[in-house]
């Protein structure tokens, strides 16, 4: 009889041709277990950078198999187990995420070897809202390295390759369902590079929460599209986890659920059926509040029926500035899982980045496809103010069932190019290009104020003395023109003429307005900005810092004046050791503030943030405040508990918090007093508090203190030197960049004043 055999290297081939890479071949595996009605999936590394000691273990609480599941479904390449039926897992009805059979070849591109131990769920049927328990376990071993030694397939029963038997359950026993895993040894080892590389893949593998979830109350000026997006074809359902551990575990990085920090907010939603489009723009408060001509924009427009997938998708912008690297992007999911390139750094499928280098002095042409007629009128120059993708941080999402144009790449990084997804990248592009011309809209009657304005001030700055600063002047002369004004009204309406009161009261208006505008020049700032004033503001400390060295080597000096005429005395010996001591704590000092500096100022310091340990940061600042804290008598008490951390944060930003904070609380604190601080976490929010005695903060006018430039110190301190009014303008920046607040509050009853911080820990 004459037949087809199979080439055992079938399995080489296939793997590296299916799975592109060792992050593709975990996400199948991971896939796997949610289309078996996991609710937890837990991908554990051990030894990865030793590809010989190296495993990784999948483990999964979901519907598990059976003898004839593994034989039918694992074993059996290309199988139709996902195309049957209709198409959805057994018990929670979730969209199947794989169809074509091929997924545990990742298992063969991960290792050598593969050990498999799963039990069954025991009569699980649809609509169940957990999984029964199970009632056998299957153990088997897949040995791809004896397979390969083999010529075909046909050989393997043989072999002792492949091993399998069934483990029926005592009576009584008690077993959760659910597979494991367990890939070993590593096909290779895992390079720093290979693992950098899966982690940041790992926290995008799923949407942040903030993409799909429920956005805080009033965060945007007008309503969206959805309350939460859709983001899978299911039933119902649990919910699904993903949990990285050993080697694998994901670092604490700033993924932004705090929506605050967006200056626009988009969403749009198109359903193939019935070829309806919706997208909905708005501003966030603070955009509105910062451009009050800014306004967000709707529309609905009708498309040919299946002229494209189903999807939605949710879009934040940052004006000005741009998200944390690990998170910007608009990336694609299918079934909530990512799919890769799109969104990635070094891709560019929406065409943002390549606009951003060439922009030009045009219109944005995209947005005549809107069919709306109170589209915002084009501005010409509007392409100038084009961002990146790093401005963006979105999440597109798409079902399988209602995207049939869009094919997945045999690797898996991608979908076939075709005009189903040119559909999707045109709209979504359509939709950032919406909030650019909506952003320049609002900005543009503020930047022709602006430039008039930087024209007046040019004129006062002509006129101001070396005394006198130009917005001192301006200030000046704008309320006095004002008080003259009102002068003239207030005898107009006691002669009776209240023509001439009318008159005059105008023209009072524009110079009450320039004193009011001055007045509120310092908002938040850009990023830059921010980071470039923590780095003047913790340089400034060490300055400080250096000068109480000096202080402190000036005494030194003496001592060892003191000890030259009594070299011979056995005075001479004490008084050499008391400089010699002295003189090692000045070192251990200067080390101290430099490895702050470094660790606060370098690269590492700033590449991501983490959960920082609040009491231990708190410590690391103390030092900078340790000499004159002692030459006055001040006690400081740290009462942060140790356990307490942070949400994720630079080290710099919250040294830059504390320093401030201690900064100010030291000049103010009157000899022999006392500094205290501490912290609770209550309802998802981190608060910390900076008591002191000594000066007191009129808590109804202690806004002001937080503007740029407002120097709270009068004289400068011999060891502190004069304040540059930044401090609380730059702890502001940093607190309000996590969506919190901060603010002088009503002091315990032992300390004249507090001030208070508060960040959530979301």
Request: glycine residues 6%; aromatic residues 6%; hydrophobic residues 40%.
């Amino acid at each position: 009889m004459v037949a087809f055999t199979v080439d055992t290297k079938l399995f080489q081939e296939l793997g590296e041709l299916l799975v592109a890479k060792e992050s593709t071949a975990l996400t199948e595996l991971i896939k796997n277990s949610y289309d078996a009605d996991a609710t937890l999936v837990t991908v554990h590394g051990t030894n990865l950078k030793d590809g010989v000691n190296g495993s990784i273990i999948v483990t999964d609480d979901g519907s598990g198999m059976t003898q004839t599941d593994f034989e039918q479904g694992f074993l059996r390449i290309a199988g139709r187990t996902k195309v049957a039926s209709d198409r959805r897992s057994i018990v929670f009805g979730r969209r199947f995420t794989g169809e074509k059979g091929v997924g545990r070849l990742a298992a063969h591109k991960l290792a050598k070897r593969l050990a498999i131990r799963s039990s069954k769920s025991q009569g699980a049927k649809r609509g169940d809202v957990e999984l029964p328990e199970a009632v056998e376990t299957v153990v088997a071993s897949i040995d791809w390295d004896a397979i390969e030694e083999l010529e075909t397939l046909d050989q393997v029963p043989e072999s002792n390759a492949v091993l399998v038997k069934v483990e029926k359950l005592r009576k009584g026993q008690v077993t959760p369902s659910g597979t494991a895993l367990l890939m070993t040894p590593l096909r290779r080892a895992w390079t720093q590079r290979t693992i950098d590389s899966f982690l940041q893949e790992a926290v995008t593998l799923a949407p942040t929460p903030v993409l799909w979830d429920k956005l805080p109350e009033d965060i945007v000026t007008e309503p969206l599209l959805f309350q939460t997006v859709p983001v899978r074809d299911q039933l119902n359902d649990p919910g699904f986890r993903i949990q990285f551990s050993g080697d694998l575990e994901i670092p604490d990085v700033f993924s932004p659920d705090v929506a605050q920090a967006a200056g626009w907010i988009a969403e749009v939603e198109f359903e193939r059926t019935t070829g309806l489009l919706r997208v909905a723009v708005s501003p966030t408060k603070a955009t509105h509040f910062r451009y009050k001509d800014a306004a967000g924009f709707r529309f609905e427009q009708r498309l040919p029926k299946e002229c494209g997938p189903t999807f939605r998708a949710r879009i934040l912008q940052r004006s000005g500035s741009v998200w944390d690297p690990v998170v910007q992007g608009i990336r694609v999911f299918m079934e909530g899982f990512r799919v890769s390139p799109y969104g990635d750094l070094t891709d560019d499928w929406l065409g943002l980045d390549r606009d951003y280098k060439s922009r030009a002095r045009r219109r944005l042409s995209s947005l005549d496809r809107i069919e709306a007629e109170n589209l915002p009128e084009a501005n010409e120059t509007e392409e100038l103010v084009l961002q990146g993708s790093s401005a963006y941080m979105g999440a597109v999402f798409l079902q399988r069932s209602s995207s049939p144009e869009l094919q997945m790449l045999v690797n898996r990084e991608g979908f076939l190019a075709g005009p189903g997804l040119d559909f999707v990248a045109d709209w979504v592009r359509v939709t950032t290009d919406l909030i650019v011309r909506l952003g320049h809209s609002s900005r543009r009657e503020v930047k022709e104020v602006q430039r008039a304005d930087r024209k007046l001030q040019e004129a006062f700055a002509k006129r101001a003395d070396v005394g006198e600063s130009p917005s001192a002047l301006r200030v000046r002369e704008s309320a006095l023109a004002a008080a003259n004004q009102l002068d003239i009204v207030q005898a107009a309406i006691k002669s009776g003429d209240l023509k001439k009161a009318a008159a005059a009261a105008k023209a009072a208006q524009p110079h009450v307005a320039d004193v009011t505008a001055l007045s509120e020049e310092f908002g938040s700032e850009a990023v830059m900005w921010r980071v470039l004033a923590s780095l003047g503001t913790e340089l400034a400390a060490f300055v400080h810092e250096i000068n109480a060295l000096a202080l402190e080597a000036k005494g030194i000096v003496a001592d060892l004046d003191d000890a030259i005429p009594d070299v011979i005395a056995p005075a001479a010996l004490s008084k050499v050791r008391r400089a010699r001591k002295n003189a090692l704590e000045l070192a251990d000092r200067i080390r101290r503030n430099a490895i702050f500096l470094v660790d606060s100022t370098s690269f590492q310091g700033r590449r991501r943030r983490s959960r920082l340990p609040l009491h231990e940061r708190f410590e690391a600042v103390v030092p900078f405040f340790a000499t004159r804290m002692k030459q006055r008598g001040i006690v400081l008490e740290n009462h942060i508990a140790t356990d307490i951390r942070t949400p994720p944060m630079f080290p710099a930003e919250l040294a830059g918090i504390f320093t401030n904070l201690v900064s100010n609380a030291v000049k103010f604190t009157q000899e022999g007093g006392r500094i205290r601080t501490h912290a609770t976490m209550t309802k998802g929010v981190l608060a910390v508090i900076v008591e002191n005695t000594g000066a007191q903060v009129d808590i109804a006018k202690s806004a002001r203190l937080f503007e740029a430039f407002h120097s709270t110190t009068e004289r400068p301190d011999a060891v502190l030197g004069q304040g540059m009014g930044m401090g609380l303008t730059i702890a502001r920046a940093f607190v309000q960049e996590y969506g919190g607040t901060i603010e002088f509050v009503k002091p315990s009853a032992e300390f004249d004043t507090a001030i208070r911080f508060e960040v959530p820990l979301r």
